[in-house]
């Protein structure tokens, strides 16, 4: 069974830190992009970085590009989220997600929670 | 950047069929997937490639796309259906993923 589970959520301060963590099983990991998007609370989705399966490519939407750099370690079978600099507005639930060939999620994490307050 | 325009919300009575149309400029060029989201869970892909639909997700579910506009389709809806709906399509030209403002499927 493919499971994607997200950790490292919790509340931060602004202009700190937090680095997520993803971890895949019950596929072959390194056969596939992956993905991170967030949802605001009552909000739609947002899409925020995507990185290809041997990381030659990265992907980052505009409102974190320079804040946000996205990785993965192959051999743990997981996937990173380094945030810095983080504002209100990064509040959100963060997903990770597995791309399909035609940039389709084909499944995706119950996501962790990012409060960043004061 | 590129747009996707939803309704923001769907009403259909139990038994009838529901549309959820996504709008974007020549959008019947792009591979359009859809994803269920109901409330406090994760998301789940309901049709891809515009109209392929994964193992597991019912029949009743539906996709076509043409022109600007792509459209999911929901037959003979059950009050299990209600959730919120997303399109997404890859832009190519700005090398992002990009996703619909979502609609609210109601069944009344």
């Known amino acids: 069974e493919v499971q994607l589970v997200e950790s490292g959520g919790g509340l931060v301060k602004p202009g700190g830190s937090l680095r997520l963590s993803c971890a895949a099983s019950g596929f072959t990991f390194n056969n596939y992009n992956m993905n991170w998007v967030r949802q605001a609370p009552g909000k739609g989705l947002e899409w925020v970085s995507s990185?290809?399966?041997?990381?030659?490519?990265?992907y980052y939407a505009d409102s974190v590009k320079g804040r946000f750099t996205i990785s993965r370690d192959n051999a743990k079978n997981s996937l990173y989220l380094q945030m810095n600099s983080l504002t209100a507005e990064d509040t959100a639930v963060y997903h990770c997600a597995r791309e399909g060939e035609q940039w389709e999620l084909l499944t995706w994490g119950q996501g962790t929670l990012v409060t960043v307050s004061s | 950047s590129y747009v996707l325009t939803q309704p923001p919300s769907v009403s259909v009575a139990p038994g009838r069929t529901a549309r959820i149309t996504c709008g974007g400029n020549n959008i019947g060029s792009k591979s359009v997937h859809w994803y269920q989201q109901k409330a406090g869970q994760a998301p789940v892909l309901v049709i891809y490639?515009?109209?392929d639909r994964p193992s597991g997700i019912p029949e009743r579910f539906s996709g076509s796309n043409s022109g600007n506009t792509a459209t999911l389709t929901i037959s003979r809806v059950e009050a299990g259906d209600e959730a919120d709906y997303y399109c997404q399509v890859w832009d190519n030209s700005s090398d992002r993923v990009v996703f619909g403002g979502g609609t609210k499927l109601t069944v009344l």
């Open positions: 990185i290809s399966g041997r990381s030659s490519h990265t």
């Open positions: 490639y515009d109209s």
